[in-house]
C-alpha cells in the first residue's frame, strides 16, 4: 500500500497571521495584497512541522503577498506570502537559532520579526535589505523590537566588511528548485569565507540539504 505524504489541514475561515488585517498598500515597485487558495487545493509545505502539503478546508485561504516590480515593467512577481509553508516554516527556523546577535539577510514579509519576539535571548537583530521599497512597505507593519535595526544594503557587501554576528539567517531566493539553487549555493559558500564558522540558517532550504549536494 503506497503511504500518502503527511498533510496539515487549514482552515481557511479561521488562518490568520500578524499581516492577515494588514492594509493594501503599495511604495514604488512594492505592493502587499491579498491572494487567495481555493478550498479542497493542496500545496507544499516541504517537510514543515514534518509535513509535506497543506490542504484548504472549511473556505478559501486568504494570505497576504508581498510583491515587487522589475523597473521599467509593468507586471508583479509574488516575492513571499505568509501562508502556513512561509508562516511555520519561519518560527521553526527562528526557534533554532543559537542566542547572541542575529544577522537578517532579507526583509520580506518580516516574518521572522514576529516570532523573534519570543525570543529573547537574541540581543540584537541586523536587518539587510536591498529594495528601499520593501523597507517603506513592510516596516511599519513589524513589531516594535528596540533590538532591531534595517540597513539598505547588499548581504555579501556586508559580510565581506562588517562585524560577525553568532548566527545568519537568510532568506533571500524566490524561485523554483533549480531556479534557487545557485542562490542557496552562493550564500553557503561566501558565508562560510567570510564567517568562517557563524552558523547559517537558509529559509527554503531542507535542513540536511548542504553546499555539496546542491553542486550534484
Not at 10 to 33: K, N, Y
Not at 186 to 212: D, I, M, N, S, W
Amino acid at each position: 500500500m503506497t503511504r500518502l505524504p503527511l498533510t496539515l489541514d487549514i482552515d481557511g475561515r479561521t488562518w490568520r497571521t500578524p499581516l492577515t488585517a494588514s492594509d493594501v498598500r503599495e511604495h514604488g515597485g512594492a505592493r502587499m495584497v491579498p491572494k487567495s487558495y481555493g478550498r479542497g487545493g493542496y500545496w507544499r509545505m516541504e517537510g514543515t512541522g514534518g509535513y509535506e502539503f497543506f490542504r484548504v478546508r472549511g473556505g478559501r485561504l486568504t494570505v497576504m503577498s508581498l510583491d515587487r516590480r522589475e523597473p521599467g515593467r509593468k507586471r508583479w512577481k509574488t516575492w513571499m506570502v505568509d501562508d502556513p509553508l512561509h508562516w511555520y516554516g519561519m518560527r521553526e527556523l527562528v526557534l533554532d537559532l543559537p542566542p547572541g546577535r542575529l544577522l537578517v539577510a532579507g526583509l520580506g514579509l518580516g516574518l521572522f520579526a514576529h516570532h523573534l519576539m519570543d525570543r529573547p535571548d537574541i540581543t540584537s537583530i541586523e536587518v539587510i535589505e536591498i529594495d528601499p521599497d520593501v523597507i517603506a512597505l513592510v516596516e511599519p507593519t513589524l513589531p516594535d523590537d528596540p533590538r532591531r535595526v534595517i540597513v539598505r544594503g547588499d548581504y555579501y557587501d556586508r559580510i565581506s566588511d562588517g562585524p560577525a554576528p553568532d548566527a545568519v539567517l537568510w532568506d533571500l531566493a524566490v524561485g523554483t528548485e533549480d531556479q534557487t539553487r545557485p542562490d542557496f549555493l552562493k550564500a553557503q559558500l561566501l558565508t562560510a569565507v567570510y564567517l568562517p564558522g557563524t552558523p547559517l540558517f537558509c529559509f527554503g532550504l531542507r535542513r540536511e540539504k548542504h553546499a555539496e549536494e546542491l553542486l550534484i
